[in-house]
């Protein structure tokens, strides 16, 4: 049992609703593999382990690196440098290499392997950049392949992850309740239309990076004012975590929330001054710009 985020969608917009009663979660009883075993892989299957959504002996798992793989078969997954493995064990893929090695990930399925021994597959890519158009170009070869393009973030780990997702062509309705029962137990979860993808990925796939750079340097401050480094960044760290509360569970705009912080002639709005000073506003709006262009990027480079 587990207190599961609810929320809809209002005029483009997520409200979220917190709910009272604990909701039964179900187990999958599918396989599930990940071609690719780097940071995202990891915080999404060891989430989701931990949360007894799957067990590590239903995980099938590849990369070129064996020494990479041994933290997975520690845990009880099983592992292969063959890619063509897991793609021909398990019911549910993702694809959770970096963009540019997705080509040379799926040549190796090909390569000498029977291609008829893979079909019928659900794919789930997490890969920046690359749409549903690229992906079912990518994965012509694998018959009756079905694909849900799903962006999470690295805080899925620790069960506070953003996670969108968007259904490709003959997805079916288990394919979709698959991907929301692992991904609800990570954080928030939930659909949208592809064009907003590439946005979301560089608020909330890119953020955590931008967030622990703002919580280094508030750390940094409390240091260069004589705080031990210990307190300053559990002090900063949390200080994040309580104003990303305030903002989702009070439901007031971010500028109230600030003022009432500031005082009249007060210390936090030297601060603010400061940091206004700074220019931080417009770069982390260019930080967003930045990296939403880059994704375009990485899709003209396949
Ligand atoms: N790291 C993040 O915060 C997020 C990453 N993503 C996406 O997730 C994907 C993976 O990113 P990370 O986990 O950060 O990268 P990573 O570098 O940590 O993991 C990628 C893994 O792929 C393996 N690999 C390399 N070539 C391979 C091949 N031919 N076959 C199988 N495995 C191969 C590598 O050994 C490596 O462990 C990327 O496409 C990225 O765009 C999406 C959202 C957030
Ligand atoms: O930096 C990247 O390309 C990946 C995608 C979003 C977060 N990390």
């Known amino acids: 049992m587990k207190f599961r985020n609810f929320f809809k969608i209002l005029n483009n917009g997520v409200q979220l609703h917190y709910c009272t009663q604990p909701q039964p979660i179900q187990k999958i009883t599918e396989k599930i593999g990940f071609i690719g075993d780097g940071n995202m892989a990891k915080a999404i299957c060891f989430s989701v382990e931990k949360h007894n959504i799957i ?6 798992v590849s990369s070129p ?52 021994d893979i079909k019928n597959k659900l794919f ?49 309705q288990n394919d979709l309740s698959i991907v929301k029962t692992l991904m609800e137990v990570t954080g928030l979860c939930f659909e949208v239309e592809e064009r907003f993808i590439d946005p979301i990925a560089a608020v909330c796939a890119s953020g955590p990076a931008y967030t622990y750079l703002f919580i280094e340097a508030l750390s940094d401050g409390g240091v260069r004012m004589g705080l031990h480094r210990e307190m300053a960044t559990m ?34 709005i030297a601060g603010i001054h400061a940091l206004e000073k700074g220019g ?9 710009q930045s990296a939403t262009n880059r994704a375009a990027e990485l899709r003209k480079a396949k």
């Open 65 to 116: 690196y064996r020494a990479n793989l041994n933290i997975w078969k520690e845990k009880g997954a099983n592992i292969s440098i063959h890619n063509y493995e897991v793609a021909r064990n398990a019911d549910v893929i993702f694809l959770a290499v970096k963009p540019h090695f997705l080509k040379n990930a799926l040549d190796g399925i090909l390569e000498n392997n029977n291609v008829d």
């Open 280 to 288: 931080v506003r417009g770069s982390v709006i260019d930080a967003v």
């Open 235 to 268: 002090l900063a760290a949390q200080t994040v975590l309580g104003a990303g509360k305030m903002v989702l569970s009070t439901n007031k705009h971010m500028g109230t929330l600030k003022d009432d912080v500031c005082s009249a002639g007060g210390t936090t």
């Open 124 to 172: 789930i890519s997490i890969l920046a950049g690359y749409t549903l158009e690229d992906l079912e170009q990518f994965l012509k070869p694998f018959k009756e392949s079905r694909i849900i393009r799903v962006m999470p973030n690295t805080p899925v780990l620790v069960g506070e992850g953003c996670t969108v997702y968007c259904p490709g062509k003959n997805v079916t």
């Open 55 to 60: 067990d590590f002996s239903q995980v099938y």
